[in-house]
């Protein structure tokens, strides 16, 4: 579980066949440039969005991520509750959007931030919602996300 917890602090270049896995220091030049690349409808087997998934957001909203097709992605998993890595996640997470929006202009717009929980008992549409305001993550480009645990072990696992 701990593993976990590191594992998902990953960048998801819809489209973009070299995407640098090592996010913390992942040129945002190529995340604006991913967001002018051709669009296509086809996506690798692997990918998150074959996933069957539903996904409730912060705003109880259901969505499936296909739904997302056209953003550049930046996706980690966290639980809201926790008091160690995942405070250090959500800080690079704002270091990421920090450089996105000084580099990538107005296509920063079409960059999403998901935080996708590992703990959907406890992280319920409304305390994601609290715990985004608290935040201050809570313009259209930040997007909280939960599911039952074997969708999110499932997400967790394609990701990996």
Known sequence: MKTLYFILLSLLLLNCNNHNSNTATTDTKAVADSTTAKTTDSFSDLSVYHLPAVWTTQNGDNIELKDLKGNVLVVVMIYTSCKTACPILIKDMREIRKRVDEQAGDKRKQVK????????????????????????????????????????REFAAVLA
Do not use: C, G
Not at 115 to 129: A, F, G, M, Q, R
Not at 134 to 142: C, L, P
């Open 113 to 152: 931030y998901l935080l996708v929980s590992i703990d959907p008992e406890t992280d319920t549409p409304e305390h994601l919602k609290a715990f985004a305001k608290e935040r201050q993550m809570d313009d259209e480009q930040w997007l909280f996300l939960r599911s039952n645990e074997e969708q999110t």
